[in-house]
C-alpha cells in the first residue's frame, strides 16, 4: 500500500449538512503494514474475535498488561490500528481532539451518493459541541433525574412479572427489556418495535457476516427516516422529534444531519447498557457475599455503580492520527487508525492495583468505560441511573441467586463486549 494515498486527515473540511465520504484509505491485514511501523510492534491484539478472547474477555483484556507492549500495532482485517492499553496513554489520545480525530471512525460503510456521518461521535470539533447542545438538556444529570420514577416503575414491573417463577434467562427478561424500553420511551419511538430493533442491532453490532449486516442496517434505515417524516409532520416530546425540528446557527438540520444524529442514539443506546447489566449479573450470581456487601451498603450505591463499570467495561474508542505525533516513544503518522481498548486501560494495574478485584472503596479515579474528553458518551448518566436501580430493584426481590446449574457462560464476538445468555435460578 503507498503511503501517499493517505488523505491529509488534518486538510479534510468537515460539512456535516452536506457530508462527504473523507475517503480515509483503511489499511487492512498483515499485507497492507505501513513502512514506518516498526515489525516487532507488530502483534495481534486478539480482541473482540480470538477463540481465547472470548472465553473470558475481561480477564483476557486484564492480561494483556502482561504480554504485550503498552502500544502496539495490530493488524486486522476489519482494520489495522495502534492499540492503547495504559490508563494514561488512553487519557493523552481522547483528551486530544486535534491530533486525534473521529472522521471516519464508525465501523458502517455508507455510499458515496447518499453519505452521512454518525452524529456526534464522527464530528469533530468546533461542530461538534453544537449538536450535543440540542440533547444534553435531557441527558444531563438534571434531565436524566427526572425519568427516575419511570425507569423504577418499568424495573419494578418487569421483576415482579416473573420473580415467583423462581428462575429466568436475564437477557431476555430484564437486561435487554429494561434498557431497550426507557431507550424506545426517551426517544419517543414505539415499544412495539422492541424486538425488531434489537434484533437488527444485534446483527449490526455482533454479526461477522457483512452481507447480513448491510441487510440489518437497511431495515434500521428505511425505518428510522419514516419515523423521522412522521415526528417532523407530528412532533412530540421524544429525542427524535428534538432532533428532527431542532436548528443550529438559525437554520434548521438537513435532512442527512438529523438521520445521521438519530441513527448514531439507535446504535449506541440499544446495545450498552444491556450488555453491561449481563456481565454484572454474571458476577453477582457468582459472588453472592459480595450481593450481600451491596445490599448492606445502600449509601454507597454510587460508588458501587462505578467500579461495577471499571470492572466490567463493554466498548472501546477509536480514533484517526491528523497529524504525525510520537507517544510513549512510538511514532504515529497522519493517517493511522488508534483504538484505545477502554476495558484493558481501566484494568491498569499503575492506576488500578489489583484490577480483577471488585473493591468498592478504591480511591475514587477517571473510569474509561464511557471514553473522557469532548466525545464522552451521552448517555453516561442515563446509563448510570439504569444500573443503579436495576440493582436497587432486583436484590430488594431476588437477593440469592446463581447461574442455572450446567449452563456455561458464552460470550459474543463484536465491539460490545458482553455474555449471550444468563440462566439464572434462585
Ligand atoms: C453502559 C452503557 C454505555 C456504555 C458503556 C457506553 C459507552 C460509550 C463510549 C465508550 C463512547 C465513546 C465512543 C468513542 O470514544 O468514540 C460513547 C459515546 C456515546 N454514547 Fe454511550 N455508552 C453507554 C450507553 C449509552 C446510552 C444509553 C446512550 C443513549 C441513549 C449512549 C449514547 C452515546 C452517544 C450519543 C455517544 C457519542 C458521544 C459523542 O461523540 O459526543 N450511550 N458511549
Not at 441511573?385 to 431476588?398: D, F, S, T, V
Amino acid at each position: 500500500m503507498n503511503d501517499m494515498t493517505t488523505t491529509a486527515v488534518a486538510d479534510f473540511v468537515q460539512d456535516p449538512a452536506n457530508p462527504r465520504n473523507p475517503h480515509l484509505p483503511r489499511f487492512c491485514g498483515r499485507g497492507n503494514i505501513r513502512a514506518h511501523v516498526p515489525a516487532d510492534l507488530v502483534r495481534d491484539s486478539g480482541l473482540i474475535t480470538s477463540p481465547e478472547f472470548l472465553v473470558e474477555p475481561h480477564d483476557y483484556m486484564a492480561a494483556m498488561h502482561t504480554k504485550l507492549p503498552p502500544i502496539f500495532y495490530s493488524p486486522s482485517d476489519y482494520g489495522n490500528s495502534w492499540t492503547l492499553i495504559k490508563h494514561e496513554d488512553c487519557l493523552k489520545v481522547l483528551r486530544n481532539a486535534n491530533d486525534f480525530r473521529n472522521l471516519d471512525i464508525a465501523p458502517f460503510p455508507r455510499p458515496d451518493d447518499d453519505y452521512f456521518f454518525f452524529i456526534p461521535p464522527e464530528i469533530d470539533p468546533p461542530h461538534h459541541r453544537k449538536y450535543r447542545n440540542i440533547v444534553d438538556p435531557l441527558f444531563c444529570p438534571a434531565g436524566i433525574k427526572t425519568l427516575e420514577g419511570k425507569i423504577r416503575q418499568r424495573a419494578i414491573d418487569l421483576i415482579e412479572g416473573f420473580v415467583a417463577d423462581g428462575a429466568c434467562e436475564f437477557t431476555t427478561a430484564f437486561g435487554r427489556p429494561l434498557p431497550v424500553a426507557v431507550f424506545l420511551d426517551i426517544m419517543g419511538l414505539p415499544q412495539d418495535m422492541m424486538g425488531t430493533f434489537v434484533g437488527w442491532c444485534d446483527t449490526m453490532i455482533h454479526s461477522s457476516d457483512p452481507a447480513e449486516v448491510g441487510k440489518a442496517f437497511g431495515s434500521a434505515i428505511a425505518y428510522l427516516k419514516v419515523a423521522i417524516a412522521e415526528k417532523q409532520a407530528n412532533p412530540d416530546g421524544g429525542v427524535v422529534s428534538l432532533i428532527a425540528n431542532a436548528e443550529i446557527d438559525g437554520r434548521k438540520l438537513s435532512e442527512k444531519e438529523v438521520f445521521g444524529f438519530v441513527c448514531f442514539l439507535w446504535i449506541g443506546g440499544l446495545d450498552t447498557v444491556y450488555a453491561t447489566l449481563n456481565n454484572i449479573w454474571v458476577w453477582l450470581a457468582r459472588h453472592p457475599e459480595r450481593v450481600q456487601e451491596i445490599i448492606d451498603r445502600p449509601d454507597d450505591i454510587d460508588d458501587i455503580v462505578e467500579e461495577l463499570l471499571r470492572r466490567y467495561s463493554v466498548t472501546f474508542s477509536g480514533r484517526v492520527v491528523a497529524r504525525d505525533i510520537e507517544l510513549r516513544g512510538v511514532q504515529m503518522k497522519q493517517g493511522d487508525r488508534v483504538l484505545c481498548c477502554l476495558p484493558a486501560a481501566n484494568f491498569d494495574p499503575e492506576v488500578f492495583p489489583n484490577p480483577l478485584e471488585v473493591d468498592f472503596d478504591r480511591p475514587r479515579k477517571t473510569i474509561l468505560a464511557f471514553t473522557v474528553g469532548v466525545h464522552s458518551c451521552m448517555g453516561g448518566h442515563l446509563a448510570r441511573m439504569e444500573l443503579k436501580i436495576a440493582l436497587q430493584e432486583w436484590l430488594k426481590r431476588i437477593p440469592r441467586f446463581s447461574i442455572k446449574p450446567g449452563h456455561e457462560i458464552k460470550y459474543k464476538p463484536g465491539g460490545v463486549v458482553g455474555p449471550a445468555a444468563v440462566p439464572l435460578v434462585w
